[in-house]
């Protein structure tokens, strides 16, 4: 496999980039316990977009990991899971932002994943009301029941330093990523740690 584009996210910050149909992105988590907010659009045709909630109406689950074919707005294929090597990943959070931050002891200036992705797809004309919710990469999420009767998900596994997903894309697309910048309560391990995306063919 060629590889065509490799670099790396900054922990608590985004990257938005492009792929043709038939190439591979592979997300790697480079320290370990470092979630990633994931989305993608269509293109040219921006208002197609990966869908979660069709994703897991048509799958009839939340988790999504090899073998799995993932689609958008529209019910079209956009994506497949070739590899995974942690196998976890949530479909139902929104992106954090500043109310979230504020509501568990965050302060306003702390950056957050929509800020994230409002900075880095408005060069390409996708206004902020526009943002998708996003497939959250290598997030093991806690049962809300547990939470509710009072565990905290500590003893969940967690993704390991060089963890990593390879996504062929079925289409064009425009991609954006966000390494997360939520650190409260020891989410991503209590700090927010750097992604590395490659890009191949």
């Given amino acids: 496999m060629k590889i065509l584009e490799e670099f790396v996210v900054l922990g608590g910050y985004g990257r938005a980039f492009t792929v043709k149909a038939n190439q591979y992105v ?6 370990g316990e470092q979630v990633v907010d994931f989305m993608a659009f269509c293109q040219p045709d921006a208002k197609e977009f990966l869908s979660m909630s069709r994703c897991r109406l048509g799958m009839r ?12 707005n529209f019910n079209n294929p956009m994506l497949a899971v070739v590899e995974d090597t942690f196998g976890i990943h949530d479909s139902t959070y929104a992106a954090c932002d500043t109310a979230e931050h ?39 999420t806690p049962d809300m029941n547990a939470i ?54």
């Fill in 26 to 31: 592979t997300v790697t988590d480079l320290e």
């Fill in 61 to 72: 689950r939340n988790n999504f990991t090899v073998g799995d074919t993932l689609v958008t």
């Fill in 102 to 140: 504020l509501r568990y002891g965050g302060t306003i200036d702390e950056r957050t994943c929509q800020q994230n992705f409002k900075e880095n797809l408005a060069p390409y004309g996708i206004e902020e009301w526009r943002i998708p919710d996003p497939w959250n990469l290598f997030q093991n």
């Fill in 148 to 201: 509710a009767a009072g565990g905290q998900g500590s003893e969940l596994k967690h993704s390991c330093a060089g963890d990593y997903i390879m996504l062929k894309f079925l289409t064009d697309a425009l991609v954006a990523v966000s390494a997360c910048p939520f650190v409260l309560m020891g989410f991503n391990g209590g700090k927010a740690t750097p992604i590395k995306i490659t890009i191949s063919e």
